[in-house]
C-alpha cells in the first residue's frame, strides 16, 4: 500500500475515534473511553482538567448523568499525521435534555475538539483532548445544575 493510501486509512481510523467517543458517552458507555485514550492522556474542558483516565470517566459520568439525553454531532474532521503521532479535530453540536426543570428542559452548545493522538499497538489514541466551547444556547441549568 502507498503513502497517500495508509494516511487516508488513518485518518479514517481517527474519524471514527472521534465519533465511538461521541456515541459511547451519549449511550452511558463510559468504560469505551479506555480503549480511546492513553492512561495519562489529558482532557481539558470548561469546568476543569483531567490527567487520567479514571478521572476523565469521572467528569464525563457525573456531567451527563442526570440528563434524559444527549446527542453529539461531529463535523469538519480533520486530522495531521506526522509518523505515529496526530493533531486532530472536530467541530460539535451537542444537544442536552433534562426533564423537569422550570425555565425550559433544552440546552445546546456548539465547540470545537482539538486532539492530540498517538498511534499505539492497539491503534490510535487520544493522548490530549481539549473542548473549546464557541456557543451555547437554551437552559445551562439542564448542564450546570449548580447555576
Known amino acids: 500500500m502507498n503513502t497517500s493510501m495508509l494516511e487516508i ?3 479514517q481510523h481517527i474519524q471514527e475515534l472521534q ?3 461521541s456515541y459511547s458517552i451519549d449511550s452511558g458507555r463510559y468504560d469505551n473511553l479506555d480503549a480511546m485514550f492513553t492512561p495519562n492522556a489529558t482532557y481539558n474542558f470548561i469546568t476543569g482538567f483531567t490527567d487520567n483516565i479514571e478521572a476523565l470517566k469521572q467528569t464525563i459520568r457525573e456531567a451527563l448523568q442526570p440528563l434524559k439525553t444527549s446527542q453529539h454531532i461531529n463535523g469538519n ?3 495531521e499525521i506526522e509518523g505515529d503521532f496526530a493533531k486532530a479535530g472536530c467541530y460539535f453540536t451537542v444537544h442536552m435534555h433534562r426533564e423537569g426543570l422550570v425555565d ?4 445546546e452548545m456548539g465547540g470545537r475538539y482539538d486532539d492530540e493522538l498517538t498511534r499505539t499497538s492497539d491503534g490510535w489514541r487520544f493522548s490530549k483532548r481539549t473542548i473549546t466551547i464557541l456557543w451555547s444556547d437554551g437552559n445551562r441549568k439542564v448542564r450546570w445544575q449548580d447555576q
Not at 425550559?104 to 440546552?107: A, L, Q, V, W
Open 9 to 11: 486509512i488513518d485518518k
Open 19 to 21: 465519533n465511538h467517543y
Open 77 to 79: 474532521q480533520w486530522a
Open 104 to 107: 425550559g428542559e433544552h440546552f
